[in-house]
């Protein structure tokens, strides 16, 4: 048990700290550090999916006005560290999918470095690539673990016989497309090099982390941590994208080390960030239910089947909430990848949560059909006591609160049987429930000063536009028992002290306990009148921490399908979500991360889509003309709210984390309703009308 | 992106020598589309001629009734034409339907139905394609279907290698309003001036799928015309497409209904704006059921050619457009009996 702060701060909607400097364009990004003279990189990539480059043309380029240096892997400066594959960037001719990285161009403009680049002639030695992802594979295997650290596979009881023996089953294959992040501000990196300086090289990089971005190019470059800076005061999104710096910012560095004193910038375009800034894995789901009359679960098994990249292991834990959603004796989860000449996936918003509440809550409704029973109802009979994966008990679960509340706001009781018709439209209701697993960070450490009759708190955490800003100083305020005002917060830079990735909805959880450590030594040391330059500092390890509980947020998403009778068009007119997450630090904020992650929930279900092209080894679709997102137009009424819950054993602040949950199941949902009205059952997302025709009067 | 000059003449006869007289030239208006193949290395003019300024941006009533724009006009500027907007609903409608208000802003009459394909692999220079870089082949052949043609191909599954093979669509929403309305298109090119209707405008790919209109190098178009429609005349265009807005056709559909007749367009079907004359034949004369327009449109459709590719392929479309001409012809004749 946790003694949670006295909301004061806590708890206000106030607008965000950097809103203004946002809205006026002044907050400075990472390419538009303002430094002198800088140059500009143009990446060469492959444009093979396998083999080897045998020869690369740069003699002309090289000799071109205004063209500062050309980096191939034959000239290339050796890397300290090729421990991790991704970074070891033009350390070999080998090329392992299209679009690695197989040069780069530094030139007086950016015009230039582009057209020298894509003008450098390379000839390539080209095998026969394998890139297309099946479950009939026989080269699938068990990785070790999967992302996070869970375990690959488990089981309990017999499956297969409750299968046999069971009234009612479900037996379905479900499939989640793969998926790019896009965040709207690219990956981007201002960089600098000064061998004789304290600290030699300096990024200006667009990340969800200061510190573990420069634990890693410090590795790569065998630099002492302490001679690398990384500063990002503000990200223009990542969504898991830039939670790990990708191959970009090695290279970008190693343009910067080849140009010493001079500044050089790198942005990838839209096209390039498809090959190289991770993306989501597609996935198959095989699920199997068996259930009694009532509903009542008696096995549930998700057997996934989904891919990585031979050049380095990515295993997003698909199906890791289906051990942990709902009651069952018999339960089994495996987890079997195909690795494949392909660029390498890695996190996006959720992994694991959200293509992993895809097939599960979809034949959860298949099985409410099955049983004509409401798919609500069919959750709560559901509900289990305690984790079913660990045996724990719940910190605090209110999935079957927000399941009744959702339905009630929505006006799930008008319901009805389905394929009900307005007009041109039918018309249909569907439900799905949200988890997201509530997480803090081993290491992040905060001061706090006393400085000139305020309180400033320090620490290296990222805002990728989530309100860390606005948040931390809110958290800072009740743990010293001042007023907000009086509080200033500075995060984006490792001369603070270390903080944890943005990732896992966990820096609120992370960095707030951090603060909120620091706050209590300096109280504990300098009381409530404290001097000038008073200092005190605090880690995540001094502050209370539960194992005996399974800690979670929990949620219930409501979707309105409409489906055109005539051509198929889907529109959803409205989006209802309920949360339980615990305490809302600051509800403006709060809320637009709960509706973005359904608005990307919405946006996955209809229409997000990288369509891969096995014959050549690359998304097809690769910019944001082709790659649909949901725009505008598509986006009608998305509600979210919360309940008022209270977990004492989360943290200090009692907070669960909530950048995730929003897009966890929100598909389930869209699809749900979509058979409600039409009858059509999708089981492969993106749910296109070309899906919807054949099943239309 | 490679070099080039750029140029902004001082009268079109000026601009119109300027690119006759270099062979790898090009005229420039909103750049709506120029602009991104310049970054992307699909286009890799020497010269970039600017007629932005240089036509007439007006609407303008014309003696017999029609309508001309002027080239410079923009899509937001026609579409917001209270004629337009009365006369020549499909016309709105179509413009409206099209990308973004910022893009509408920028985008021109003269330009937009010379847009370029939105095929994927004639965006990308590292796939081979016809129609960028002639008989390289043809990359969407068994690929990404999904917004390519099934009419005015040969076959399910062309031949990938010939230097033929083109299965790209043409993405303007306004060609196929104009289409459907019989416009004229005016036209200033070295050796002077001259008309030809649109539905001559845009070709199919043949053995020459690089080339997607019927314009000799040099010739600029100046204005289009609208030719005047009897009373009583209905017309509605509609678009069928992945998401709610900012995206192209997957199908749509240019409906014109007169006293005569039906004419009819279809987008996202073909290289060219795809007038469906045959369906046109069999409706003539007819009552606008849906079983006549059905039958009509079995006939029309009777010759398309399914593509096959990567999720999924684009055979859908043809139950698809079929069902939305079906449903706006129903709209129509519903609208006129109210």
Known sequence: ?697 | MKPFSYARPGDVAEAVREVAAEPNAVFLAGGTNLVDHLKLGVATPDLVVDVRTLTSQEVTDLPDGGLRLGAASTNSEVAADRRVRERYPVLAQALLAGATGQLRNAATTGGNPLQRTRCVYFQDVTTPCNKREPGSGCSAVGGYTRYHAVLGVDAALPDPDAPGTCIATHPSDMAVALAALDAQVQVLGPSGARTLPFTDLHRLPGDDPATDTTLGHGELITAIDLPPLPAGTRSAYRKVRDRASYAFALVSVAAVVTDDGVRLALGGVAHTPWRATRAEELLRGRALTDDVVRAAMDAELAAAQPQPGIDGGNGFKIPLVHRTVVATLRQLTTEAQA
Request: glycine share 8%; charged share 20%; net charge negative.
């Open chain 1, 1 to 697: 048990m946790t003694d949670l702060l006295e909301p004061r701060a806590i708890g206000q909607a106030l607008v965000r700290r950097d809103g203004e400097q946002k809205v006026r364009g002044t907050a400075t990004y990472a390419y538009e550090t303002p430094v002198e003279n800088p140059a500009f990189c143009h990446p060469v990539q492959a444009t093979i999916a396998r083999g080897r480059v045998t020869a690369m043309d740069t003699a002309a380029a090289e000799a071109l006005d205004g063209v500062l240096a050309v980096l191939t892997p034959f000239n290339a400066e050796r890397l300290a560290s090729t421990d991790d594959a991704e970074y070891a960037v033009l350390q070999s001719p080998e090329v392992a999918f299209r679009g690695q990285l197989i040069g780069v161009v530094v030139a007086e403009t950016s015009e230039l470095a582009r057209e020298v680049a894509d003008g450098i002639t390379v000839a390539y030695a080209e095998q026969p690539h394998d890139s297309e992802l099946r479950t009939d594979r026989p080269d699938l295997y068990a990785p070790e673990q999967v992302n996070a650290g869970h375990p690959t596979d488990t089981s309990e009881g017999d499956v297969e016989a409750a299968m046999r023996s069971a009234e009612v089953t479900v037996d379905h294959t479900y499939e989640t497309q793969m998926l790019h992040n896009n965040p709207i501000e690219p990956h981007a990196t201002t960089a600098l090099w000064e061998p004789g300086a304290d600290v030699p090289l300096t990024l200006w990089d667009s990340t969800q982390g200061v510190h573990p971005d420069r634990a890693a190019v410090s590795e790569v470059f065998g630099l002492d941590e302490q001679q690398v800076r990384v500063v990002c005061p503000y990200v223009g999104g990542g969504f898991g994208s830039k939670g790990n710096p990708h191959a970009n910012v090695m290279l970008v560095a190693m343009a910067a080390r080849a140009l010493p004193g001079r500044p050089v910038k790198l942005a990838l375009t839209r096209q390039q960030m498809f090959f190289l800034a991770g993306y989501r894995t597609p996935t198959i789901q095989r699920l199997q239910l068996a259930a009694d009359r009532r509903g009542r679960l008696q096995a549930i098994a998700i057997d996934v089947v989904e891919q990585t990249s031979k050049v380095k292991e990515f295993a997003e834990q698909t199906g890791v909430p289906t051990r942990m959603m709902y009651a069952s004796p018999n339960r089994r989860s495996t987890h079997r990848l195909a690795a494949l000449d392909v660029p390498i996936p890695s996190w996006m918003r959720a992994p694991g949560e959200c293509p992993g509440m895809f097939g599960p809550e979809v034949a959860l409704d298949e099985l409410a059909e099955e049983l004509g029973m409401d798919p609500v109802q069919l959750r709560i009979v559901n509900e289990p006591d305690v984790d079913p994966d660990t045996g724990k008990p719940w910190s605090s679960r209110h999935l079957v609160e927000c399941l009744r509340e959702g339905a009630q706001r929505f006006g799930w009781s008008d319901r009805g049987p389905g394929r009900r018709r307005e007009g041109d439209w039918f018309v249909g209701y569907g439900v799905a429930s949200s988890v997201y697993p509530t997480m803090r960070q081993a290491t992040s450490t905060a001061n706090v000063r006393f400085e000139r009759g305020r309180y400033v708190a320090e620490i290296g955490a990222a805002d990728l536009g989530t309100g860390a800003w606005t948040v931390l100083p809110q958290i800072a305020a009740d743990a010293l028992g001042v007023d907000v005002a009086d509080v200033e917060v500075r995060i984006g830079d490792t001369r603070y002290p270390t903080a944890s990735v943005a990732g896992g909805s966990s820096g609120t959880n992370t960095w707030g306990s951090a603060v909120s450590v620091a706050a209590r030594e300096f109280r504990d040391k300098f009381g409530t009148d404290p001097h000038d330059g008073d200092e005190a500092s605090g880690d995540v390890d001094q502050a209370a921490m539960d194992e005996d509980h399974a800690a979670y947020a929990f949620g219930a998403q409501f979707a309105e399908v409409r489906v055109h009778a005539d051509t198929g068009e889907l529109r959803v007119p409205r989006l209802t979500g309920v949360f339980a997450c615990g305490r809302i630090i600051n509800p403006r904020t709060a809320r637009s991360q709960l509706i973005g992650g359904m608005t990307m929930g919405m946006s996955m279900a209809l229409h997000e889509n990288s369509v891969f092209d096995p014959r050549i080894g690359q998304v097809a679709n690769h910019d944001l003309a082709e790659y649909h997102i949901s725009v505008n137009a598509d986006v009608q009424q998305i509600e979210a709210h919360w309940l008022d819950e209270h977990d004492p054993y989360v943290n200090v602040m009692g907070s669960k984390g909530i950048g995730e949950i929003g897009i966890t199941g929100t598909a389930a949902a869209v699809v749900n309703a979509v058979h409600h009205a039409t009858g059509v059952r999708v089981r492969s997302l993106p749910v296109t009308l070309d899906k919807m025709v054949p099943g239309l009067p």
